[in-house]
C-alpha cells in the first residue's frame, strides 16, 4: 500500500494555475516533514517545496519562489502545493514526499516514503 497518493494535476495553460493534493497514511502525520518534488522527462529528480511539521516553516525551489505555495492540513493528514502563473518548463511528474523529523528536506536523502506522482503539462 502506498503511503502517499498525489492528485490534482493535469494539463493548464501558461499562466494559470493548479492546486495538487497529497494524502498520506502516515501516523503519526505531524512528526513527518513533507515536501513536493518533480521529475521531468529525461532529467533529474527537482526539489520544489518542503514544509515543516507544524507548517509554520517553509522553503522553496528558485524558480518557484512567489509561485506556489506549500501549505499542510494536519488534522485530515495532507499538504497541498498551490502552482499559479504556471509556465511551460514546469512541466513534470510531481510527487510528494514524506521524511521523518530530523532531514534535510531540501535533499533527497531527506525523504523516506515517496508517492507514485501526479502529471502536470503546462501547455496552449
Known amino acids: 500500500q502506498v503511503p502517499l497518493v498525489e492528485s490534482g494535476g493535469g494539463l493548464v495553460q501558461p499562466g494559470g494555475s493548479l492546486r495538487l493534493s497529497c494524502a498520506t497514511s502516515?501516523?503519526?502525520?505531524?512528526?513527518?516533514?513533507m515536501g513536493w518534488w518533480r521529475q521531468a522527462l529525461g532529467k533529474e529528480r527537482e526539489f520544489v517545496a518542503t514544509?515543516?511539521?507544524?507548517?509554520?516553516?517553509?522553503a522553496y525551489g528558485d524558480s518557484m519562489k512567489g509561485r506556489f505555495t506549500i501549505s499542510r492540513d494536519n488534522v485530515n493528514s495532507k499538504i497541498y502545493l498551490q502552482m499559479n502563473n504556471l509556465k511551460p518548463e514546469d512541466t513534470a511528474v510531481y510527487l510528494c514526499?514524506?521524511?521523518?523529523?530530523?532531514?534535510?528536506?531540501?535533499?533527497?536523502?531527506?525523504?523516506?516514503?515517496w508517492g507514485q506522482g501526479t502529471q502536470v503539462t503546462v501547455s496552449s
Open positions: 514544509v515543516s511539521w507544524s507548517g509554520e516553516v517553509t
Open positions: 502516515l501516523r503519526p502525520f505531524n512528526k513527518y516533514g
Open positions: 514526499a514524506a521524511g521523518y523529523l530530523g532531514g534535510d528536506f531540501t535533499t533527497l536523502n531527506g525523504y523516506d516514503y
